[in-house]
C-alpha cells in the first residue's frame, strides 16, 4: 500500500514535532524520548503548541466533516519546510495518506498536500534520514516487536523498527507467529466491535509471550494500550514499551537496566 | 431449510451476536484458523519469483481498462456470442434473473437442474427460487454439495465448506445419504463423486457461473479443480451461465493475467486443474456438449457502484477471496457469521450496494482497518477506502461528499453525532484542548477504570499526571 | 425499457463521467525463451506434484510406450476418437497387447450410461502444452470430443515435445486464438481434484482420478 516511492530529505537542523494526542496524554515519556533521539542527532525540534490531534478518530469513524475541521486547525501549525515528524505510524499515516484524501474538493487541497508529503514517522525519519547509529548501554534483553498495522503496511515499515533494534548489541528480538496480523486495535473497532478485537488481542498476546519475550516494544500507542491492557487484565506476564522510549532508556545518559 | 445458518437478509441486522457465537464457538476458531493460515503460506509461495507488484498493477489496470469500457464490452460480448449461437439475457436484479433461468428451464420442461459453483446465483438465492417451482437444484461442487445437505449456505467463496470438519461431512454424509462414516477423505469424496455422476447423467438443465467473459471472442472462462464445472456445461444437453455484468475483459490476453492473479491468490496454484473456455453451443456434426448455450447477465446493484468514481473499484474483484483468507476478522468469526452472500472484506465493500446501508450498517465498522486485505487484493481494490468512505456514508458523514449509498445516514445518531461535534470542538480549540487535557491528567487518579467494551478484555489506560504539552513547556522555561 | 437497455443506459450516463482507461503493461508475464528440453523439464516440474504422470516416449514409437502403461494399469476398453491420429495409429497397428478400442463416433445421448460406466481409460491428442503450469491445451472437435477427457477415470494424453509453449500468453499469441475459439477449449493441469473436505486433497472426484501424458520427443 506504501504505493508512492519514498524520497528521503537530506537531514535538517530543524523538524516539527507532531506528538500525537495518545502521547499528549497517556504516554508523554515515549513522547519525551523522541524528542530526545532527535536532539541527540543534532535537530532542533520545534513543537508547535496549537498541535491537538490528526483527527483520524473521527476520519475512521466517518464523521468527515468533524475530522477535516480538526485537521485544518492542524494544517497552519507547519509554516516552514522542515520535516514533520510523528511518533506514531497510524497518525504519520492519517496525515502522508489520507490528508489529501481528506482536503480533496477543499481550498486547503494543495496545503494538505505539501503538509502530506513532509510527514514522518519518527522510527523511519531516525533510521533513514538522520542514519542513527545506536550505542547500545543496557544489560542483555530479549524482546519482540510489534509493528503497527499502518506503520508495516500504510507507510511500508515493515523492517524498520526490528533494523533499529538490531542496532542494540545486548538486545536480542524474539520471534513471534504472525508478526503481520493485527493486534485488534483499530481505534474505535476495539469498542463497537469488543468481542472480535477481544479475540484479537487475546491472540496476539499469546504469539507476543510465546516467542519468549517477557517485553515487547511496538511503534503505536494504541497497540500498546491494547495488548498491554489485555495483558494486564488477564496478568499475562507480558510488559510494553513505545519503542522510543526503549531506545532512548538503552542508549541515552542514564539508561535504565544498565549495571 | 429451518436449519438455514446462511444469508438471509435480516441474518446480516444479526452481525454481532453471530460474530459473538462464532468467537465462542471452538471448533469454529479452530477450523478457520488453521485453513487461513495454510491458505495464507501457500499464497506467498505460489508467487515466489514472481514481480509481484508489477503483476498487481498489471491486474488493477486490466480491470480499471475493462470498466472504463464495460457498456461498449457488453455489447460486443453480446453481439459476439449472439453470433457463436448463444442466447445473452439481462436482469435488473436476483429476481429477474430466477425468472429468466425458471423460463428457460420450463420451456425445456426441465425437472432438474446441476450446479457448477456460481456466487452469482447465491446472490440470486437461485436454488431456492427453482425448488419453490418443482425444479430440482442440485450443487455438484464438493463443497458446495455438503453445505447443501447440510442446508447452509457457503462460508468462503471459494471453499464452501471450509467451516466444517471430516468428522462433521462425514456424519451428515451419513445422514443424508447413506454413505458410511468414515474419516477417509478420499473415500467421502468417491461417494459424493458416485451419487454426483448419475445426477449429472440425469440433468435437464446445467447452470453455471463465470470467472471472465471475453469480449472479443465470445468467450465465457471458467476456472476450476473438480470437473464438475465441465460436467456441468458439457453433459446436460442445456448450460445456463450466470454472471455479474463486470465481469467482461476485452481479450484472452487480459484472461491470461488474471487467471495467473486468480489462482495463485485464491488457493497458491499455479492453475487450477480446469480452465473451461466456452464460446457457443454444440455444433450440429459435434457428438456432445450443450445444444443450448444461456448467458444471463446480473446487474443486481452494479451499476448503481459504477456511477462513483471511488466505489467504482469494487468492481475490480476477481472473487480470488484472498482478502478474506488474510483478514483477521474474517479467521476469527468465519463466513457465516456476517449473514451475507458475500463475506470477509469483499462483502463488507459489496454487500452494502446489494442490501442497502441500513441492513448492513454493522458491516463497514467490523474492521480495524489494518489493510491486510488491500495488500494482497490481486487487482489493488482500496478495500480500507472504501470501508473508510462506508462508514462515512453510513452516518452522512461529509456534507462536502453526499453520501449516495442506498440506505445511507441509517447509522446516525444524535448522542454519537453529538460527541464527535464535541470531540470537534475541543480538538480545533487548542488553548480548550490544553486547558481539559491538563485538568484531566492533573486528576488522573479519578479516571474511571471501567470503560465499557475496552474494559472487558483490558484495563483501562491511565492518564500520565503531565501531558507532553506541559512536559515540554516545563523544560523549555 | 428492457432490462439490457435500462442497464447499459446507467452504464452509458454514468454520474461519474467518463472514464479514461489505463494502459496495461504485460510485460511482466513475458518468460526468457526455454529451449524444448528445459520446457519438458519445467512442464514435468509442475504438472507431477499435482500428480498429472509423466512419460517421455520417442515420437515414433509411442505405441509401444502405450501399451506398457495400459498393460500396467490392467486396462480393458481404451476409448479413441473417430478420425485422425491418435485414435487411427491405434487401430491400424492391429496389435495384440493393446486393450480392446472404442470409438467415440455416436452422439453422446445415445451412449452416455456405457461412457459412464464401462470405459477405463481414454487417449486423446492435444493442442500443445504449458511449460510454465504444466497445462495442456485440449480444443475438442468431432473427431476428439469433448467428454472423452472427462468422464473416463484415466485420460491419457499425447504432447509433441515442440509443441509445448513456455506461457499460456505466449500460446494464445503464437496459435492466434483471438481469430477464433472452438465451441469449447480446455487448459487441464492434472487429474481432477478437490480440497473442499477440510483441506484435504483428493482426486478424481468429478473428472478422471488419472492424467497421464506421453510427451512425444
Known sequence: MADTIKLYPPKPDKVYFYGTCLIDLF?????????????????????????????QPAWTSGYHDEARKVAR????????????VVPSGSCGGMMRKHYPQLFRDTPEAPLAAEVAGRVWELTDFLLNVCHIKLKDLGSPATVAMHTSCSARRELGLAETGPRLLAQLEQVTLAEQVRPEECCGFGGTFAVRHGDISGAMVAEKVEALTDSGASTFVTTDCGCLMNISGYAEKNRKPLQGQHILSFLWERTGDKPEGSS | MSQQTGASPSDVRQFHPRARAAIENPKIRRNFRSAMDGLMSKRRNAFSGWDLEALRDLGAAIRQNALAQLPDLLEQLEAKLTENGVRVHWAEDGEQACRIVLDICQ???????????SMVSEEMDLNHYLEARDIEALESDLGEYIVQLAHETPSHIIMPAIHKNTGEISELMHEKTGTERSDDVEYLTASARQQLREKFMAADVGISGVNFAVAQTGTLCLVENEGNGRMTTTVPPCHIAVTGIEKVVPTLEDVTALLALLTRSATGQHITTYVNMISGPRKTEELDGPEEVHLVLVDNGRSGIYQDDQLLDTL?????????NHCPVYTRIGGHAYGTTYPGPIGKILMPHLLGLDETRHLPSASSLCGACGEVCPVKI??????????????NGDQLHPARVRGHGSKRHAGEALAWKTWQWVHA?????????????????LQPGKLGAWTRFRTAPRLASKTLHQRLKERDS | MSARDAILNRLRHRSGGELTAPARDFSVLERPQWSTGEKVRRFREAIEPVHGEVHQC????????????????GTRKLLVGNAGDPGDSLRQAQRGDLPELMIYDEPISSWQAHLFEEVDASLTSTRGGIAETGSLILWPTVAEPRLMSLVPPVHIALLRADQLYTT????IREQDWSAGMPTNALLVSGPSKTADIEQTLAYGVHGPKELIVLILE
Open chain 1, 27 to 55: 504516554y508523554p515519556d515515549a513522547g519525551m524520548a523522541g524528542i530526545q533521539l532527535l536532539e541527540r542527532e543534532g535537530i532542533e525540534v520545534v513543537f508547535p503548541e496549537d498541535q491537538t490531534c490528526c483527527g
Open chain 1, 73 to 84: 486547525s492542524q494544517l497552519s501549525l507547519f509554516p516552514e519546510d522542515w520535516p514533520i
Open chain 2, 107 to 117: 420451456a425445456r420442461k426441465a425437472r432438474s437442474v446441476i450446479k457448477g459453483k
Open chain 2, 316 to 324: 475490480r474483484c476477481i472473487r480470488c477471496g484472498a482478502c478474506m
Open chain 2, 382 to 395: 482500496p478495500i480500507p477506502d472504501l470501508l473508510v468512505r462506508l462508514r462515512q456514508e453510513s452516518v
Open chain 2, 429 to 445: 480549540h487548542p488553548a480548550a484542548y490544553r486547558m481539559g487535557t491538563a485538568l484531566a491528567s492533573r486528576f488522573n487518579r
Open chain 3, 58 to 73: 520417442p515420437a515414433d514409437n509411442w505405441i509401444d510406450c502405450l501399451a506398457e502403461i495400459l498393460a500396467q494399469k
Open chain 3, 168 to 171: 499460456l500468453h505466449e500460446a
